[in-house]
């Protein structure tokens, strides 16, 4: 049985869905924002949100950690300090991404792999955070040009990466020895849902 806090990562989780929904709307044309710069910068935003909740939701199980990460997260312009910071709080804070595959041990159904490509490393995170940080502020006219085609090429790029991160990954609360594993989405119902595991050498 799932714990209050691994209940509230999933609902985190659910909310990058929605966001990656609104970033798929403005990538593909669905929806606009009057005008094509709004369409790439509304997308930015959301990315940008959707990476902020992937680096503090490990940190759910400590509600005051949590509060003080989320007071601090205005000042973290250089994605590289916040990963940094939340390392120092919880190491096992980033989602580790794996595929499950068939297991040839008779006692186990499926046995989990590391995803080894395709998925949004921790330096992808610190790029694409910067990225989307840029379109936040008005241009300068007299700086160099803003290259919106470069944008509009590489949004679905890291959305699908953020994707193949998050599709089935584990992950550590801090103050948690258990571990999770989540998926984003189920054929049950699609939605997020996450399993337990405990220590072995748990009561």
């Known amino acids: 049985m799932n714990t209050p806090d ?7 989780m659910a909310e990058i869905e929605k966001r990656i929904a609104v970033i798929n709307a403005f ?3 669905a929806v606009h924002a009057v005008y094509a710069a709004s369409d790439i910068e509304s997308a930015c935003l959301h990315l940008r949100k959707s990476l902020e909740i992937v680096a503090m939701a ?3 199980a400590n509600k005051a950690e949590f509060s003080r990460m989320y007071a601090n997260s205005a000042k973290y312009w250089r ?6 910071d939340l390392e120092r709080v919880n190491p096992g804070f980033y989602p580790h991404p794996i595929l499950e595959i068939p297991s040839t041990d008779p006692k186990f159904v499926r046995k989990w792999v590391d995803k080894e490509t ?6 992808d995170f610190v790029k694409v955070y910067k990225k989307c940080a840029a379109v936040m502020h008005a241009r300068n006219p007299y700086g160099r040009q803003f290259d919106y085609g470069y944008y509009q090429e590489n949004i679905p790029v890291w959305r699908d990466q953020l994707i193949g991160l998050l599709n089935s990954h584990l992950i550590r609360l ?3 020895t258990n571990l999770y594993i989540v998926h ?5 119902d699609d939605k997020v849902h996450a399993y337990t595991f405990m220590r072995q050498d748990q009561p």
């Open 118 to 123: 395709g998925y949004l490393t921790k330096a």
């Open 27 to 29: 990538a593909t044309g």
């Open 58 to 60: 490990s940190l759910v």
């Open 6 to 12: 691994i209940d509230l990562y999933c609902g985190l």
């Open 184 to 188: 984003m989405q189920e054929d049950q």
């Open 79 to 84: 994605a590289d300090l916040l990963l940094r």
């Open 174 to 176: 801090v103050d948690d």
